[in-house]
């Protein structure tokens, strides 16, 4: 008969466990326990006894109940529980980041706010947890081993997660605050981004938002693999299963050299334009998509007199007389177009020509943020764009 697992610790009989196992245990057992010294029997006893007086104890009764244990399967159920909490902890990880990092034991535990005792300790303390060295020691440097090398990544990702989960707790707490990692599209961003981020770093204090500008297609992708939580893009444009929000209804202008013969005037209408003078965005800038298509001249997708990198570039091209080209309503009383030497006038054509949206993945956790920052966002422009008639 084996002993119940409700019993008291220090009554547990390793002894008498392995003479009431299967016979065909037996022998398997008794030599595992004769051949341990002292120390290991102690070591192994006071295991035991953790294992009552922590979570292990529970857990087995959930798994098992508490009927007669089974020595061989409470064998290795303790291995397997004693397996899963020897693990490396997140202090330790960041120690061995930041020795590898610095290459240097001193600046590494001022990084981490620690003595440096205590770093080299936690370090050894890895070391003897994995059965591997991860660093050669000198009095003058310090040497990642091959495998402390390859497990820096690995360590650096999991120090990833852990910011992420506290990240997640702070940010449940408040309203915007805590990391927000935000893609914007270049046409959007010069004109956008100016606008609302002093009011909302002033109204969100212990928000920390770290800016991307890239293509869409580009922005999508880092929002399927999570680099980034959400992107202010121009829509229509495919987004697949994401979620979106439109926060501004845009409409274009088209800009003309002031000594044009066009420049002065209310709107006007696509028909009018001397489409060989057309400026383009190159391939890829979905504002390229949307004004020829507001525009209805989705034949000159590949013969536009010149395709430019960027907003900036066809405004100084327009400036020195080289041509017209579109511009998004938010960037006419924009800093660029007042210094430029440029007349705009309103294309009659039918809009809104894109919508301004914030999009983010279906399973993300912070929708009530986005959904308050997208009407910030909105409200902050409706109250500076002033180019609408």
Known sequence: MGSFLGEPAHAVDIPAVIANAQPMAVSFLYVIWVSFGEAVKKLILISIRTFHETSGCKLWMNLRGYGIIDPIDFLCFSIRYFRLMNL??????????????????GKAAERCFVTQSTLSAGIQELETLLGVKLLERTKRKVIPTRLGMELLEKSQQLLKLAAEMVDIAHSDARLLSGRLRLGVIPTISPFLLPRVLPGIRERFSAL?????????????ERLATGDLDAAIL?????????????????????????????????????????????LLLEEGHCFR???????????????????????????????????????????IDSELMKQSNISFRPLSERGPHRQISLV??????????????????????????????
């Not at 920390?208 to 999508?220: I, V």
């Not at 002031?258 to 003078?277: C, F, I």
């Not at 590949?302 to 327009?318: C, R």
């Open 234 to 278: 121009a829509l229509p444009y495919d987004i697949g299963n994401l979620e979106s929000e439109v926060f501004w209804d845009e409409n274009f202008w088209v800009a003309f050299p002031k000594n044009h013969r066009l420049s002065a005037g209310g709107s006007v209408t696509s028909k009018d334009l001397p489409v060989d003078e057309l």
């Open 289 to 331: 998509d949307h004004a020829l298509t507001a525009c209805h001249m989705q034949e000159l997708r590949y013969s536009a007199a010149f395709q430019g990198t960027s907003l900036y570039t066809l405004i100084q091209m327009v400036a020195g007389g080289q041509g017209i080209t579109f511009i998004p309503e938010m960037a």
């Open 208 to 220: 920390e938002l770290f800016l991307l500008e890239d293509q869409t297609a580009r922005l999508l």
């Open 360 to 389: 983010w993945r279906p399973s993300f956790h912070r929708k009530q943020d986005l959904h308050l920052l997208a009407e910030c966002m909105g409200e902050v422009l409706a109250m500076t764009c002033t180019a609408r008639e």
């Open 88 to 105: 490396p902890t997140i202090r330790q990880l960041q120690y061995l980041v930041a020795v590898i990092e610095l290459r240097h034991f």
